[in-house]
């Protein structure tokens, strides 16, 4: 509107008054232009500060989980044991997700791990990834108090990821302040409304008007979505891929916790064809007979080869690393 306006003065109506004279409205412009430039750079800043720290922290969880069941594992727990700790170390992270996801019930893939009385109990507890937490650090004093290292690195990790998801639990309810927010928008779209003011010049004909008006709507584009970013990175829970994260985390949890079949024995019933000094030497492996030998050690102190039949034929069994 202000372009067409002054473009009819230039041109038809010569008598139409000027609509910014004394170039008052272009000098607040450029004032304004100056304190929102600020605003939105604080607030661009902010957020992507709280979602690098809403990305760690949560992620650090999940490395905590894994780093505890590693632990377990390669101290030489009993199997039921170990299974306990990854049991809770996956429920941890659902439980956390559960509480920044502002979830009513705990995930399913976390659910179906639990008994009645421990769901009940998740369920109402004010802040059930405490619960979790506390349930790692109940088994970690259950361990031998011999293995002082041991259980000095667990509750090491369990502190790590306590304080981690604490860091969680504090962005999750202690937003940006509104007033800021408003503040900033506020000021945007003043902006937007002596726009014009402040990039209009003395119109001639029709051509300069197309060239005014498309940088105005090509700036407005833009600071709009600066200030609509910076209003979803106020919130960083639903940009995150939470959901994948846990799940890469159980993922590695349960593989972990697979590693005592690592410790350079066979289960009971099977023939041990292979010690674990031929664990690295793969061209000795892939020339073996019996050259099946399932997934990679991830911990412990060797890998056998072992079978379960006396038969070449067995070549297809699932052997135990």
Not at 263 to 278: F, K, L, N, V, Y
Request: net charge negative.
């Amino acid at each position: 509107m202000v372009l067409a306006w002054e473009y009819m003065r230039a041109t038809c109506c010569p008598n139409l008054w000027a609509l910014d004279a004394y170039q008052t409205t272009r000098t607040i412009f450029q004032l304004c232009s100056f304190v929102l430039s600020l605003l939105l750079s604080l607030r661009m800043s902010q957020g992507y500060d709280r979602m690098k720290v809403a990305r760690h922290a949560f992620g650090n969880v999940s490395s905590q989980c894994t780093n505890i069941v590693q632990s377990v594992a390669a101290g030489g727990a009993d199997a039921a044991k170990v299974a306990e700790f990854v049991r809770w170390a996956i429920v941890w992270q659902y439980s956390l997700l559960q509480l920044v996801g502002h979830d009513t019930a705990l995930a399913p893939e976390a659910a179906a791990l639990l008994s009645r009385g421990e769901l009940d109990l998740m369920a109402t507890a004010p802040k059930p990834h405490l619960v979790a937490s506390l349930a790692l650090k109940r088994l970690a004093a259950g361990l031998d108090p011999k293995q002082c290292k041991l259980v000095g690195d667990i509750s090491y990790a369990i502190g790590t990821g306590v304080g981690s998801a604490d860091d969680c639990e504090r962005l999750r309810q202690t937003p940006i302040s509104a007033s800021l927010t408003q503040l900033s928008s506020g000021f945007l779209i003043i902006w937007l409304v002596l726009l014009p003011f402040g990039i209009w010049a003395e119109i001639a004909e029709i051509e300069n008007v197309v060239t005014e008006v498309v940088p105005y709507i090509l700036m407005a584009i833009l600071f709009l979505g600066c200030d609509e970013v910076a209003t979803q990175m106020e919130d960083p829970w639903p940009l995150l891929p939470l959901c994948e994260i846990c799940k890469a985390g159980a993922r590695d949890v349960r593989r972990y916790g697979t590693a005592p079949n690592c410790r350079g024995s066979c289960p009971e019933g099977w023939t041990q064809i292979a010690d674990s000094d031929m664990k690295n030497n793969e061209k000795t492996v892939s020339e073996h007979d019996y050259a099946y030998f399932g997934s990679k050690c991830i911990t412990g102190t060797g890998k056998v080869l072992c079978k379960l039949c006396d038969r070449k034929e067995c070549n297809g069994c699932s052997y135990t690393w």
